[in-house]
Each structure stands twice: as structure tokens, then as C-alpha cells.
């Protein structure tokens, strides 16, 4: 797959698949309405953290989604996956980028607009990211890529961030080419 297409591929795919979990659901579930605090909570400085969460998940996950492109000429979508392992940029620190950023997102929004209902429903997509990552995406990359995601699997914490990036040059100059059909 050519950069243009994958860009243009990965594009679509971020408006509906990232635009419905962290924004049309938290829309539907909160309004996106300010709603009076709990009553823990320290209004401004928490909404001003919660917009800063929300910020931040919403510059990672474009980061990650351009890295399927550019990286692993290709996009997240199962039908057009990426022909190398995406292992650079954010990649780097955390193997599942997108899935963070999207949580930190619905997080983001449940402090912002002070409504358990996100908190609760962040719980939930966790729960279903890592059942899925862990039953469904780690076994094809495994298949897919073999020793080099094996490799970088052992480096890479799936869930939280190394404090220092990991190396990707370990994995050689000859990176694998994965078949067509499955996530990259």
C-alpha cells in the first residue's frame, strides 16, 4: 500500500472508529454538559486537568494513527493492515498507543465535565481494549510477525509507558513484510 492510501485509509478510519468511541458515545452519555461536581472534586483545577487529558489523548492518538501510515504503510483496519510493525515514535514507549489515548480521552471528558458515567464507561472500553488486545491482536501479530514482534513485545510494556523510548534498531535492518488480511 502506497502512504497516500494509507493516510487517506487511516483517516476514515480514525473519524469512525475513534470519533464514536471517544466522541459520539461520551456525547450520548453525557451531552457534553457541565454537570455540578462530585463531591470530591475540585471543580476548575480538575476541569482544567481534564482538558489537558483530553488534549493530550487526542494528540497521541493522531500521532499513533500517522505512524500506521508513514511507518507501516498501511492503517489500522483489519482489511488494509500495515505490511511492517509499527515500532517507532510513541510506539516506542507503549505498544497500544491508540488504545491510551482513547481512554485518556473519555477520561479527559469525565473530569472536564464532572460525570461518572464516562469514568464508568472508560472502565468498560479498558476492559474490552485489553480482552480484545490480548485474545484477538497480540496472537496475529505473533503469527504475522514472528520474532520481531516477539522481540519488541518483550521490550515494549502493552499498557504502561516505559520512561525511556525503546530502541527499534535491535530488530535489525531487514523488517519482516506481513501478509494482507490481518492487524499490524
Known amino acids: 500500500m502506497r502512504k497516500r492510501s494509507a493516510a487517506i485509509g487511516t483517516a476514515a478510519f480514525m473519524v469512525v472508529g475513534p470519533g464514536t468511541v471517544a466522541g459520539l458515545i461520551p456525547w450520548s452519555l453525557s451531552g457534553w454538559e457541565f454537570r455540578d461536581p462530585m463531591p470530591f472534586w475540585a471543580p476548575?483545577?480538575?476541569?482544567?486537568?481534564?482538558?489537558?487529558?483530553?488534549?493530550?489523548?487526542?494528540?497521541?492518538?493522531?500521532?499513533?494513527?500517522?505512524?500506521?501510515?508513514?511507518?507501516?504503510?498501511?492503517?489500522?483496519?483489519?482489511?488494509?493492515?500495515?505490511?511492517?510493525?509499527?515500532?517507532?515514535?510513541?510506539?516506542?514507549?507503549?505498544?497500544?498507543?491508540?488504545?491510551?489515548?482513547?481512554?485518556?480521552?473519555?477520561?479527559?471528558?469525565?473530569?472536564?465535565?464532572g460525570q461518572w458515567s464516562l469514568l464508568v464507561y472508560g472502565a468498560t472500553i479498558w476492559i474490552g481494549f485489553a480482552l480484545f488486545v490480548r485474545w484477538r491482536e497480540e496472537p496475529v501479530l505473533a503469527r504475522r510477525f514472528g520474532t520481531e514482534y516477539d522481540t519488541y513485545r518483550r521490550a515494549v510494556r502493552a499498557w504502561w509507558p516505559r520512561l525511556r523510548p525503546w530502541d527499534p534498531s535491535v530488530l535489525g535492518p531487514t523488517r519482516a513484510v506481513g501478509k494482507r488480511g490481518e492487524f499490524g
Do not use: C, D, I, K
Request: glycine share 10%; aromatic share 8%.
Open 44 to 113: 476548575v483545577p480538575l476541569q482544567v486537568l481534564g482538558a489537558l487529558v483530553l488534549l493530550a489523548g487526542a494528540s497521541v492518538l493522531v500521532h499513533a494513527f500517522v505512524r500506521f501510515a508513514v511507518e507501516g504503510l498501511g492503517t489500522p483496519v483489519p482489511a488494509a493492515p500495515p505490511q511492517h510493525l509499527v515500532v517507532g515514535g510513541l510506539y516506542r514507549v507503549v505498544r497500544n498507543p491508540m488504545y491510551v489515548a482513547l481512554l485518556w480521552a473519555v477520561v479527559g471528558q469525565a473530569l472536564l465535565f
